[in-house]
């Protein structure tokens, strides 16, 4: 049984419950429960809640990469205590920058908050530059190399390392990826590598398997008609069963989406739970 929840995204439709800029998904695996991403606030949590759902049964956490809407919900995690086991790459912990008008660092993206600060947090950090199986069937990617010659890391973010200001070449997304009744279900962040490249990455450590679910920030709001029409056309080729694109994503791009995968493509948002 697979089953997975909304609690946080751009966009809601359900009364009592919040929504932000950011992601934060709710994923049951048999017995194992995972919080992938915690958005940029408390929403995920007043939205779980609302929903039904205990957080402080969390056997894992997972932190796709170290940009506020994905990670800045961690620091209220409202059961400290029984906090499990935390998922991420070393450099997510890293000041992250984006550009705006110009070609230079000029607004923080990155976590938030001081790791320091948070006491509760630093035992409970596990750092995945590399594939780990975390539980049966249950695998964090660690770093997405990139393969697709359409794709390209955005140039319009910076990290602050080793002090120096460099590019980000976002080392630190990670997909998460689930095995069920010999396929598997994929769960990325903001797919900043690039969402083929990480298709492709998912592929090459699961060969045998075909894809049946893809829930996933995009990061296809503002690409090239072009480079989405390749998108589109490889999502097709690759025959998956079911893709939920979330976040930011970006709604003219859902809609294309919509159009060429038809009901295979579910235009969700917070509140919604997908179930196989």
């Not at 751009?10 to 419950?17: M, Q, T």
């Not at 920030?217 to 025959?239: A, C, F, K, W, Y």
Request: glycine share 6%.
């Amino acid at each position: 049984m697979l089953k997975v929840h909304i609690l946080t995204d751009d966009r809601v439709r359900k009364r009592e419950l919040l929504a932000e800029h950011g992601l934060s998904l709710w994923i049951e695996k048999d017995d194992k429960a995972i919080l992938f991403d915690t958005g940029q606030s408390s929403v995920f949590s007043h939205n779980a809640k609302a929903m039904g759902i205990g957080l402080e049964a969390a056997d894992y956490i997972v932190i796709s990469h170290g940009h506020y809407d994905h990670c800045g919900g961690l620091q209220y995690f409202p059961y400290k205590d029984k906090a499990p086991a935390i998922y991420a790459h070393p450099d997510a912990f890293l000041k992250k920058f984006a550009s705006t008008d110009k070609d230079e660092p000029s607004m923080e993206v990155g976590i938030p908050f001081e790791i320091s600060g948070q006491d509760w947090m630093k035992d409970r950090i596990v750092y995945t530059r590399k594939p780990l199986k975390i539980d049966e069937g249950i695998m964090v990617s660690g770093e997405i190399p990139c393969s697709s010659t359409f794709e390209e890391v955005p140039k319009d973010f910076y990290v602050e390392k080793d002090g120096r200001m460099m590019h980000d070449m976002m080392l630190d997304e990670q997909m998460l990826i689930i095995e069920d009744d010999d396929e598997i279900a994929i769960f990325l962040g903001c797919s900043h590598p690039g969402v083929i490249n990480s298709l492709k990455y998912a592929q090459k450590l699961f060969p045998e398997k075909s894809i049946k679910l893809l829930v996933a920030g995009m990061h296809l709001e503002n690409v090239s008609p072009i480079r989405l029409q390749m998108t589109i056309q490889h999502i097709l080729d690759m025959n998956i069963q079911k893709v939920v694109p979330l976040h930011c994503t970006g709604f003219g791009a859902m809609c294309e989406m919509k159009r060429f995968l038809g009901d295979r493509c579910l235009i969700l948002c917070a509140g919604d739970t997908i179930e196989f």
